[in-house]
């Protein structure tokens, strides 16, 4: 997002709490929140080059979205007045947004003009349609719960997997009558569907095992597509957040004092420090050209800081704009380069992320592999489930072999340090009765850490595995 994008929807939270500090209004909120929420997923749509798809992949978001409550929510639980007033503000919303195509020739809330409006109101009423004949399942069965599940893997894949998107997007150009010829794999870029897919999983897992909470179709809309969250996250739980949106927000200064704080930390992160550190950051034009190794060397430290300001500023802004809001996002960053070992640093870097994999794979895993006749042995589970978890998460950033070495990479250097710990256990007892010398040993094991750290951001900032084999041979002086 831009400077000028992140302005207008700060500019958007301090309407909210403005707006609840008059009693009568609060109960504007939730349908400020979800209009607003709707509308974002439309304005920050990159543009994409096939006609009309960067207006179809929202509307196909709002389809996903409704189509996931309807998986998830019980019949019984469902309040048919509140799925209206839902249905009608964001169908208004996007009626509006369509309306917008007799403005002008280019976007006014879209990166392109709309579609021709009666395409849009046919689409919406086919749509509407399928909800609710999917909504009118008396018994949604675990089978159809886990097809789901499998249906938004496969939309992730394509998404990421260059060939796949690259099929698709000549596809897509044969029918709008576009050359095939110029189709990209930069064709297909959806907003917000990583976080997205995240949430819709959680919520029909925790429909699986009967976890989750009864959520009208408002509130279901609001956690999915909640703007300060949509592009970057954190990825919150839906029985928290919708605790928060049901809870009266009565604005007060100390949580203006906060939300403004944070704001003002999260824009200079990412605004000032990370995006002056990307001026000399580790990428794949400066990689070819860095002939010294003292210089490759800071090229990946100001990479190991950007990425961290960027993504962590990130974070300070969606949680600053939520608490104007009355929501309280999960915490995202807690100084992960200053933790003594890998483990605590994946516990304090992008927790969010870390705990869904935690939730919804790793202990799943684990569990499969420790129960049964024949248990797997200790260690053998450690180095399956971690090198597994982190494989799952470099591929959630892309579908690259870049990204398969770099989750291997944690996944490895992690059940290392399992195993040395549990070798060592003895000795780090004796070292912790001593202060001064345990002070010493948490600091080296922090370098260590934070230079294995570093070193992995190789695999992740660079496109190919040969530039990054030459930019680890010129780190250690191999290097032509």
């Known amino acids: 997002m831009s400077l000028l994008n992140i302005l207008i929807l700060i500019g958007l939270s301090f309407g909210v709490f403005v707006l609840c500090l008059f009693p009568r209004a609060r109960g504007m909120r939730s349908p400020l929140l979800l209009a607003a929420s709707v509308a974002v997923i439309y304005w920050l749509q990159p543009a994409l080059p096939i006609r009309g798809l960067d207006f179809w992949l929202p509307t196909a978001t709002l389809l996903i979205t409704a189509l996931g409550w309807a998986l998830t929510s019980k019949p019984e639980e469902r309040s048919l007045r509140d799925s209206l007033i839902t249905a009608s503000i964001i169908t208004g919303t996007v009626l509006v947004i369509a309306l917008t195509r007799y403005l002008g020739s280019a976007g006014v809330l879209t990166p392109t003009r709309p579609p021709q409006t009666v395409t849009v109101i046919l689409a919406l009423l086919g749509c509407a349609a399928f909800v609710l004949v999917i909504s009118r399942l008396k018994n949604v069965t675990t089978r159809a719960l886990a097809l789901a599940i499998v249906l938004i893997l496969l939309i992730f894949i394509l998404l990421k997997l260059p060939q796949l998107t690259l099929f698709v997007s000549g596809f897509l150009r044969g029918l709008t009558g576009q050359s095939r010829e110029l189709a990209s794999p930069l064709d297909l870029r959806w907003l917000g569907f990583s976080y997205i897919a995240f949430r819709l999983i959680h919520t029909l897992r925790d429909r699986q095992s009967g976890r989750l909470p009864g959520i009208t179709l408002g509130e279901f809309f609001i956690y999915i597509l909640f703007f300060p969250a949509i592009s970057a996250g954190p990825i919150d739980r839906s029985e928290r957040f919708i605790r928060d949106l049901r809870q009266p927000f009565i604005p007060n200064a100390d949580q203006l004092g906060a939300g403004t704080k944070r704001l003002v930390l999260g824009l200079l992160k990412k605004f000032v420090l990370a995006d002056s550190l990307a001026l000399i950051a580790l990428n794949a034009a400066n990689a070819s050209q860095v002939q010294h190794a003292g210089w490759m060397w800071a090229l990946v430290y100001a990479y190991t800081l950007q990425i961290f300001f960027d993504f962590s500023g990130y974070t300070d802004i969606a949680i600053g704009m939520a608490q104007l809001m009355g929501i309280r996002l999960p915490e995202n960053f807690n100084a992960p380069y200053l933790k003594p ?65 770099w989750g291997c990479w944690h996944g490895l250097g992690m059940f290392a340090q399992n ?62």
């Open 341 to 405: 070992n890998l483990t605590q640093f994946w516990n304090n870097w992008h927790m969010t992320l870390t705990q869904w994999f935690r939730a919804y794979f790793f202990n799943p895993l684990t569990r499969a592999l420790r129960s049964g006749v024949k248990p797997a042995p200790l260690w053998l589970v450690i180095l399956i489930t971690q090198i597994s978890t982190m494989l799952l998460i470099g591929l959630w950033h892309g579908i690259t072999l870049n990204f398969v070495l």
């Open 419 to 480: 195993r040395w710990s549990e070798w060592t256990r003895p000795l780090s007892l004796r070292v912790q009765a001593r202060p001064a010398l345990n002070r010493a040993v948490t600091v080296f094991t922090t370098l260590i850490t934070f230079q294995f750290v570093a070193l992995g951001w190789v695999w992740f900032a660079l496109p190919t595995v040969d530039l990054s084999t030459k930019v680890f041979a010129r780190l250690f002086g191999m290097g032509g």
